[in-house]
């Protein structure tokens, strides 16, 4: 089992920053692929940014691309995402999430284990 808590949401102006942290614990031996979905209301879960077990691949959703980076500290089991420039359609509920053995990067069928969210509110 791997735990998971993300922390750092809260509420921006539009054009403004926020980093989201991912701690793991448990199971974390194993480096997970890991990755960051957002759920608005009423919308679907979908796609962030994802980094590989290595850190050395990440991948990022077209809305996102040139203002969010997603970084990883392998020694504290913990995962960011540096949100800049952000605008009022950011706002969602931000998830981290470890990928399966041989789940989608992009799917949220592709992740065995969820954290419990984090709130982030953008005002314009």
């Known amino acids: 089992q791997v735990q998971l808590v993300e922390s750092g949401g809260g509420l921006v102006q539009a054009g403004g920053s926020l980093r989201l942290s991912c701690a793991a614990s448990?199971?974390?031996?194993?480096?997970?692929?890991m990755g960051w979905f957002r759920q608005a209301p009423g919308k679907e879960r979908e796609f962030v940014s994802g980094?590989?077990?290595?850190?050395?691949?990440?991948y990022y959703a077209n809305s996102v691309k040139g203002r969010f980076t997603i970084s990883g500290d392998t020694a504290k089991n913990t995962v960011y995402l540096q949100m800049n420039n952000l605008k009022p359609e950011d706002t969602a509920v931000y998830y981290c999430?470890?990928?399966?053995?041989?789940?989608?990067?992009?799917?949220?069928?592709?992740?065995?284990?969820w954290g419990q969210g984090t709130q982030v509110t953008v005002s314009s």
């Open positions: 448990g199971r974390t031996f194993r480096r997970y692929d």
């Open positions: 980094i590989s077990g290595s850190g050395t691949n990440t």
């Open positions: 999430a470890a990928r399966g053995i041989s789940g989608s990067l992009y799917t949220v069928s592709g992740y065995d284990y």
